[in-house]
C-alpha cells in the first residue's frame, strides 16, 4: 500500500505565505507525478500544481507567480511554498501521486487525506 500524508495547513492572514509538505511511504517502487489538488467549502476539487519526476512542472492560472511546487524524489515528498495568500485560497489541500508499487505494476493514482488552509482578510 502507498499512503500520502500531507501536513502544514494553518491558519493564516491574506499576503502571508504557507508551506505544505506531502510524503508518500509504503511499499513504492517509484513515483511519476506529484501534485496537489484544493476544495474549497461548496466547490469541486480542482487542480493546483503537478510535477513530473523529471522536473516538469505546471500551475493552475489562479495560483501562478504565487505558489511553487518542488519535489525530493529521495523520500518521496512534495512541497508546496505558497506566497502572496489570498482569502480565496482557503481550501483544503490534497495531495495526489502516480505511484507503482513494484517494477512490474502499472502506476495506480492516490491520494492524502487533506490538510487545512484557512486564509483571513
Known amino acids: 500500500q502507498v499512503q500520502l500524508v500531507e501536513s502544514g495547513g494553518d491558519l493564516v492572514q491574506a499576503g502571508g505565505s504557507l508551506t505544505l509538505s506531502c510524503a508518500a511511504s509504503?511499499?513504492?517502487?517509484?513515483?511519476?507525478?506529484m501534485a496537489w489538488f484544493r476544495q474549497a467549502p461548496g466547490k469541486q476539487r480542482s487542480f493546483v500544481a503537478r510535477?513530473?519526476?523529471?522536473?516538469?512542472?505546471n500551475y493552475a492560472d489562479s495560483v501562478k507567480g504565487r505558489f511553487s511546487i518542488s519535489r525530493y524524489n529521495a523520500n518521496n515528498t512534495v512541497y508546496l511554498q505558497m506566497n502572496s495568500l489570498k482569502p480565496e485560497d482557503t481550501a483544503v489541500y490534497y495531495c495526489?501521486?502516480?505511484?507503482?508499487?513494484?517494477?512490474?505494476?502499472?502506476?495506480?493514482?492516490?491520494w492524502g487525506q487533506g490538510t487545512r488552509v484557512t486564509v483571513s482578510s
Open positions: 509504503g511499499s513504492i517502487a517509484s513515483i511519476n507525478a
Open positions: 510535477t513530473t519526476s523529471g522536473g516538469t512542472t
Open positions: 495526489d501521486a502516480d505511484a507503482k508499487r513494484y517494477s512490474w505494476s502499472p502506476f495506480y493514482n492516490y
